[in-house]
T-cell receptor
């Protein structure tokens, strides 16, 4: 079974631009969660989608948004990028959702904002 | 206040020795779950082990076991017979929330280095 696939692996953007990250979950998994990982703040929850609906959301500004498609693939969008958005963005899928079943993470997308 | 505390920033252990990674948590919910994840330098987070708050026995998965002490609110990970490939960051996480709004809260992590 293929694991969680995130594309691209690396991104370099400049302040003010926007970016879209993609995540393909494990086949059969209906939940996709997104996390931001930085050295200072650690892993912080962004949001979770389950069957195309946002089920839960962390404390991030509205510049961070996401969506999930009918095939469970998910995208995360960050608009008006700031230097502080530089981070490793991890996507995770699970069968029943966070907490109800283990999260399976992808390799992440490393975003650098200059 | 931190909900998951991992106080050891880094640990070193000799290959084939056992090592305990500490994790304490804070919650007032009677129902919660505790997870341990491993993150090698490649970046991928790998699920290791899960302990539910109502589980009577400590969880075990191969070389991993969880020393769950509910009254002390600790959930330490024990790795037996360390291998070089165990060198990685380790994160303790707790499920909070209920009714479809659960999310995981992660600790800051700790770095384990296994020496040959």
């Amino acid at each position: 079974k293929a694991g969680v696939t995130q594309t691209p692996r690396y991104l370099i953007k400049t302040r003010g631009q926007q970016v879209t990250l993609s995540c393909s979950p494990i086949s059969g998994h209906r939940s996709v969660s997104w996390y931001q990982q930085t050295p200072g703040q650690g892993l912080q929850f962004l949001f979770e989608y389950f069957s195309e609906t946002q089920r839960n959301k962390g404390n991030f500004p509205g510049r961070f948004s996401g969506r999930q498609f009918s095939n469970s693939r998910s995208e995360m969008n960050v608009s008006t990028l700031e230097l502080g958005d530089s981070a490793l963005y991890l996507c995770a899928s699970s069968l029943k959702g966070q907490g109800a079943s283990p999260l399976h993470f992808g390799n992440g997308t490393r975003l650098t904002v200059t | 206040a931190q909900k998951i505390t991992q106080t050891q920033p880094g640990m070193f252990v000799q290959e084939k020795e056992a090592v305990t990674l500490d994790c304490t948590y804070d919650t007032s919910d009677p129902s919660y779950g505790l997870f341990w994840y491993k993150q090698p330098s490649s970046g991928e987070m790998i699920f290791l082990i899960y302990q539910g708050s109502y589980d009577q026995q400590n969880a075990t998965e191969g070389r991993y076991s969880l020393n769950f002490q509910k009254a002390r609110k600790s959930a330490n990970l024990v790795i037996s017979a360390s291998q070089l490939g165990d060198s990685a960051m380790y994160f303790c996480a707790m499920r909070e929330g209920q009714g479809g709004s659960e999310k995981l809260v992660f600790g800051k992590g700790m770095k384990l280095t296994v020496n040959p």
